[in-house]
């Protein structure tokens, strides 16, 4: 049974989310989440350049030849990398110093070049926006989470939005934050035990 | 052979479309991107140099240009008269440009101290260069005559250990920016005379 354009959008924010149900794209997930703000503004660039290259190779689906599609999708990927890129230094200078070389790498992330082939080559346009912006939304969430949680470990306090924060010694304050969890280990170690969680859950 | 034909027209137009555009967005951030690195990487390491000053040196500045390219130069006002100034100068570090920011005092030719603005030096190594003042603090006070270089290559900047390429790069930054300073003099105290009245 074909889906509608609903279930299109949605299935990216559960069923398929990137990182926990297909765990694809986990180089930047490792990353960039060592707290909620790097994770959220990642997961935005890699939405806008998702929602961009579905749009965009489903509009010349029937112009790109079978044989140099990947060649294609990557030309039309890299461009709106390089927009980000641009846009981010202009407007979010002190996001894009953090995030660094994880923004050109979204060129290489599996997830954009994965539903590029995989559903905006075969499907229309309305639908491949709506597959687009579901993963990349999907993918912010995960992203926002996975840093909240070990920013909160890690540094015992998470930032919500500009100078709002929530202090975990306020409400334990005995609690010693372990630096260990915005460490590269434990990324792994988090995303480790969140994948296990999500699928008690989803069972 | 038209199968060919199509996947050659097809690449070079997207191609050229996409270089097109990604043109006009550079062009068009252009300006917007250089305030914004004059604001969060710049800015300190200028005001760390000019730290004193009573003018706002970020906001008073001048462009010369020199050939091709054109640099900023940022004044710092002490005691009510323009004599200090600032630029950057730019070497080849172990992984890409460095830029290291001088500045130089017009009234007896020495420089009031360095900073590094843009790097891609390996963390905890060559990084050091900016996160530490340990080597750019040792070009303080040094005559913009001095020639300046590691104490490998017989010269008197102490490298940071682990990482003379990039010292020596902040050392070749700082030797441009005295040699144009040099060469520019009289042009800068006639700009450096519109400021701290």
């Known amino acids: ?19 926990f149900k297909l765990v694809l794209g986990l180089c930047p997930v490792l990353g960039v989440t060592t707290s909620m ?32 599609r990947i060649a294609c999708f990557i030309i039309i990927i890299a461009s709106f990398v390089t927009i980000v890129e641009l846009l981010m230094q202009a407007y979010a200078y002190p996001l894009y110093l953090k995030l660094g070389v994880f923004i050109p790498l979204i060129v290489v992330n599996c997830i954009v070049l994965g539903r590029a082939e995989a ?20 993918f912010t969430m995960s992203l926002g989470a996975l840093g909240a949680v070990r920013e909160l470990l890690g ?17 334990f304050p005995s609690y010693q934050p372990f630096s260990f969890m915005v460490q590269a280990p434990g990324a792994f170690i988090c995303l480790g035990l969140m994948l296990c969680l999500i699928n008690a859950v989803g069972d | 052979m038209n199968d060919m034909i199509k996947m050659v027209v097809v690449l070079t137009v997207l191609s050229s479309v996409a270089g097109g555009v990604l043109a006009a967005v550079n062009k068009g951030t252009a300006t917007q991107i250089e305030a914004q690195q004059l604001t969060f990487v710049k800015g300190p390491a200028i005001l760390s140099i000019l730290d004193g000053a009573s003018n706002n040196p970020i906001e008073d500045r001048f462009k010369i240009a020199d ?33 290291v920011m001088v500045g130089i005092n017009m009234d ?17 190594l060559g990084a050091l260069a900016k996160d530490k003042p340990d080597l750019v603090s040792q070009f303080k006070g040094l005559s913009v005559t001095d020639s300046v270089s590691v104490t490998k ?30 060469k520019m003099k009289p042009q800068l105290q006639q700009e450096i005379q519109k400021f701290g009245k």
């Open chain 1, 1 to 19: 049974m074909p889906k509608t354009i609903v279930q299109e959008f949605t299935k990216g924010l559960w069923e398929e989310v990137p990182p």
């Open chain 1, 37 to 68: 703000e790097n994770g959220l503004g990642m997961g935005i660039a890699t939405t806008f350049v998702l929602f961009g290259s579905n749009f965009l190779v489903s509009l010349l689906r029937s112009i790109i030849p079978q044989k140099v």
């Open chain 1, 119 to 138: 559903f905006a080559y075969k499907n229309k346009v309305s639908y491949s926006i709506a597959d687009g912006l579901g993963i990349g939304i999907g």
């Open chain 1, 155 to 171: 540094n015992g306090s998470v930032t919500l939005w500009g100078d709002m924060s929530y202090n975990l010694l306020s409400t």
């Open chain 2, 67 to 99: 050939g091709d390219a054109e640099t900023n130069f940022f004044v710092g006002v002490f005691d009510g008269k323009a004599n200090t100034i600032a630029f950057e100068g730019f070497g080849k570090g172990f992984a890409g440009d460095m830029g």
């Open chain 2, 108 to 124: 007896d030719d020495k420089l009031v101290g360095a900073a590094v603005t843009v790097h891609s030096e390996t963390p905890g």
């Open chain 2, 153 to 182: 290559n017989g010269g008197q900047i102490n490298a940071i250990s682990g990482a003379t390429i990039t010292s020596s790069a902040v050392c070749v930054a700082v030797g441009k920016t005295m040699a144009a300073y040099q």
